[in-house]
């Protein structure tokens, strides 16, 4: 999968020109945009729904994101500011049991009229309730890679959660009562991938597979996921 | 249930019903964590819908079973509570198809000991209850202790069996020590009740990878004593070698006439199914006849319970 | 389908690419070490302040200092097994429940320190028993005479307790001797 995301990555950045520049990247993005016959903005990338699924925002521009599915819900939120920082907001949540509310940035690393690669960093919490109930500061971090091909898009991310779960000892004895702080650690790595369809500049839908690797090496299995999602947006 | 190109009858003799709640919370913490992600968020609603008489039986005709034996236990320390009174509710879902075993409370023996052996004797007056089912390493009693004979007092009073786990268990709190779970130490109830059947759950499994020791001894406390009887339910492994190879023992040590098939079910939906066709897949490779793997899916349990 | 980039062209998009990527990963370098150190307290007062939220396995600990005076008439190591008095609520209540365990060389007065979890049980019992054969199991068929008992530890709770421990009954298990 590695290899995959590797190769996507490098044959993006070496098959077409890169926004670095923009004299020689006009004629081609308008001839691309008359031979496909699609809107100027969908040629130019400049989706709600692909900011979402893509990652980073345009300088003044959100986008918000809601996914249905099972086991993963999520919503997200996000806004771009200026120097190519997209502060964002998350919450996803597995059957209602297992919540983890984040906030972080985004960022394009790679920008072209034909695909995208951003990162993402996110620093939250992680609350498990029931039978396996755990708690405590939760981190993310993500690779989006989006493909800009025509009315409906590909797209995939690739991350990995770490979880903190600390643990307190409390020790009486007839002198004194100590208490000691121990911690674990529990890492779920993500894959997820489908398609997003840009309806207007606005509005967008998307299909996904997810498959979260939830704690391993504590959790047995996972089972992989399905959601579809809607993306509405603004500000450009 | 298809055997080569007969269709054979089929009874499973070890069945597990209860509720989440009742099982203690280190219990339930191991369970969940052995549910895939996200069953185990919600392992009450995950559980809940498969140890019913009804989750029981719908797991019965997937796997082509046409009856099932349910146990009570009394393991607070454990794996939980499944009382008397819950087994006779869920037996009622089908008796014609549901059977069961009774259990009695051994904690308190010192103090309760007649108290439980009148409610044990309860229980067996109930139709359909045919027998007793013991675990003393989840039970924390040991298997040589004259004082916890009373039990086969009862069971031989009344004409019945006695199903009794043998081995090692993965649950917390388990007694692992050799008097609790090694079958060598049930010989001198064996040897004092040879009127009783004492049926030998899970031959004696250890949970670990050579199964061959004590496997050994369940085949010569069965050769030994004609009371004993033998139940191999729960063998799976990845290496595919322990139910096989039990198996196959069984046959070419001439124990065939006392193998009552069990699946230590449901589990999980479609355990009992894939165990009982585990079964017979090793059943066919070490050449059981037709007639034989007949006695082992049923004709055993008919004669061990409905004589 | 494209045609074949030339060689040179190929190159440049390569350097161009590599550029873009340096200049975002120099900002990124930047934006993280500056904001750094805040992020990092950010991060410890969300935990301070929120302690409770914080706490997993929460386990407390009660120390107790046992001086054991063992009678029993053979020789061999002594196992003792601290136990719970009760465990459970409602249907899961039960006697007994082992936390430590210690084996002793056969001493008459033994001395032995147990952390007692009071989040898992109440009250306090020890257990014991002699292994005379030196198999490290209490009986076997053909063994009969290794002895064994159980005292409740009335005392409980204190961090220094004194009782004693007889040893008399063969081969019973703590569960046929607690009252």
Known sequence: MEALFAGLVLGLALAAPVQAEPVQAEPVQAAEAAQVGEPPALAKGELASLDVLGGGSDPGAWAVGVRAGWPWMAIRAQVGLRGGVTPLLELDTALFRRWQPSLGISGRLLDHPRGRLSVEVLLGWQIQTGDLAQRGPSGAVRLRLLGIVGRANPWLAVGGRHTLLFDRTTTITADATTVDWSVRHRWSPSIAGGVVIGITKHIGLDLGLDWHFVDVGSTAVSLPGIHLGVQFGGGR | MPYGDATLDAADMHLHFGEWGAIPPSTRTFLAGNFPFPLGLNSEQTAEGVVTGEGILSQLDRAGVRRGLLFAVYAPRTVGVATNEQALVEMAVDPERLLALGSLRVDSWARDRDLQLDALRSMLDEPGVVGIKLAHAHMHFRMDDPDYFGIYDVADEYGVPVYVHTGRSPFPGTAQEAPYTEAQFLEEAITAYPDVPFILGHLGHDFEPDFTEPLDVVLELAQRHENVWLEPSALSDDADFRLPYAMDRMRQDGLVDRIIWGSDGPQSPGFVDRYVDATVEAMLASDYSVDEAQAVLAGNFDRAFLP | ?179
């Open chain 3, 1 to 179: 389908m494209r045609s074949r980039l030339p060689s040179a062209r190929l190159a440049r998009r390569a350097r161009l690419a590599h550029a873009l990527l340096t200049q975002r990963a120099r900002l990124a370098h930047a934006l993280l070490t500056r904001h750094a150190r805040l992020a990092h307290a950010l991060l410890a007062l969300t935990c301070l302040s929120s302690l409770a939220g914080c706490v997993n396995g929460d386990a407390v600990y009660y120390v107790v200092d046992l001086e054991i005076d063992v009678s029993v008439d053979a020789d061999g190591p002594i196992t003792l097994t601290a136990h719970h008095a009760t465990q459970g609520e409602g249907l899961l209540e039960h006697p007994l429940g082992p936390f430590d365990e210690a084996v002793f060389e056969d001493d008459a007065l033994i001395s032995w320190q147990i952390a007692v979890p009071q989040h898992e049980g109440e009250g306090l019992i020890v257990y014991g028993w002699q292994d005379r054969d030196g198999d490290g199991v209490l009986c076997a068929p053909g063994v009969d005479d290794e002895p064994a008992g159980l005292t409740v530890v009335e005392a409980y709770p204190a961090h220094a307790i004194a009782i004693e421990l007889v040893l008399d009954a063969n081969c019973r298990g703590p569960e046929a001797l607690v009252p």
